[in-house]
Nanobody, 115 residues
Framework: QVQLVESGGGLVQAGGSLRLSCAAS????????MGWYRQAPGKEREMVAT???????NYADSVKGRFTISRDNNKNTVYLQMGSLKVEDTAVYYC?????????WGQGTQVTVSS
């Protein structure tokens, strides 16, 4: 079992920055991959960025060049640095961990971007 706790959400003006953190309850070293997803009101949850234990990082087209995902295996934490935020980035952001065939989710953190 894995518990994921997100933090760092909040209210920010368009063009601003935020950094989200996701702390795992145990070592993430062996996790297949971790990622950030988001869900806006009335919309389906969508992938924002994923980072494997090794390999290529993946970003949604809508955030390429603005968001950066990283992981610190020593701190069991994954980060999402968000810059040049847009109103359309407003959503609840969820952390995800994939361990073998299991997926684990955090409780989500609200990000609101005002115009």
């Amino acid at each position: 079992q894995v518990q994921l706790v997100e933090s760092g959400g909040g209210l920010v003006q368009a063009g601003g920055s935020l950094r989200l953190s996701c702390a795992a309850s145990r070592s993430i070293f062996s996790f297949n991959d971790m990622g950030w997803y988001r869900q806006a009101p009335g919309k389906e949850r969508e992938m924002v960025a994923t980072i494997p234990s090794w390999g290529i990082v993946n970003y949604a087209d809508s955030v390429k060049g603005r968001f950066t995902i990283s992981r610190d295996n020593n701190k069991n934490t994954v980060y999402l640095q968000m810059g040049s935020l847009k109103v359309e980035d407003t959503a609840v952001y969820y952390c995800n961990a994939r361990v073998a065939i299991q997926h684990y989710w955090g409780q989500g953190t609200q990000v609101t971007v005002s115009s």
